[in-house]
């Protein structure tokens, strides 16, 4: 990707990870992006680097628009290496004196990354950077995404560096959010309920905290994905909706299966909750990634969960994505286990105690049926999926 003018002077000389199908554990089917930006005023800075492996394309974007050398200041928004894997490459070539600007907390982190002795600047939240007619203002963002995360604004021109916040993981040949359209929302709540649903309460504050500085956004420019400039107050509401996890009347089942008769009772439950009237998506493990899944969770009241027993426990499959989803904290939720079993049958339990643990009542005692359910017990997997049903009606808006 050449560098893209974004504004006078202002330029994203990031890179496209066209590529990339997991991110840390966060499938990406489109690819990603690694968004930097160089601001050329009188004094010039660049915002951010990029992924390790991407360090001669950053290079090579940057000296498209100025001789690296001519770089003034070094930002890091944040230590997590995607966006600074090149670091090491970037401060060579423009110059290992040259000051390299990050919050406290990153300053305490970046050197358990690199080795250097680099002119480090720490700065707190306000404090402001004059680059000429221009000034970048900080503001610390703690745990969006890490510890040492931090906003950089450009007052004058109302472009808001948000590093990974209002990011998608998203890679295309558009640069801005019209240029995608309505499609991009999906990528940025998916984006959101993989990797800051964990931290929504600070998130909330946070938001509170910057539209009570009345700052005039007019443009943000996340690290990752397109850069917001249609209406950037769109995504900042949407983060404010997002945070409060007010579900939707909808219920979604995630299984997997040995045999196919968990398979057969997800079926029935989904068609049970269906027959209530409550939006149900019955989602097996084979064909939903981890993270796929945390997203159409992520506004769901209901999360049901089946498991085969396997050697006296659970499908190795329900492990990993229970595992994931206790990580991420969701809320407002409730829940309930079935599965099919040969012998032991300890599957449902361990399922319970895994809800039970993240904080989400149980419906309902959970289903287990002994090897493959007859009419009868397929019948009492609908009547189960009515009660999930009921209980999503009983307390979701009309
Ligand atoms: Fe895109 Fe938390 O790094």
Redesign the pocket.
Known sequence: MAPVQIAPGVYDVGVTDWNIRDFHGYSTDLGTT?NAFLVVDEKIALIDSVKKEFADQLLDNIAAVVDPRKIDFVVSN?T?P??TGSLARVMHRVGEETPLICSKMGHKNLPRHFSQKWNYRPVGSGEELKLGKRTLVFLETRMV??PD?MFSFLKEDGILFS??GF?QHYAGPEKFDDEVGERIMAHAKKYFAN?LLLYTPLIEKLIQQVLGLKLDIRMICP??GVIWRKDPGKIIAAYQRWCRQEPEKKAVVIYDTMWKSTQKMAEAIHAGILGEGVKSMPLSLRGWHRSELMTELFDARAVVVGSPTLNNGLYPSLADFLCYMKGLKPKNKIGAAFGSYGWSGEAVKLLEAELTQMGIPLIQPGLKIQFVPEKQQVESCREFGRQIGLAVKADSPA
């Open positions: 690694y944040h997590e995607d966006h995404h890490w995360s590093s990974d990011g990797i690290d990752h």
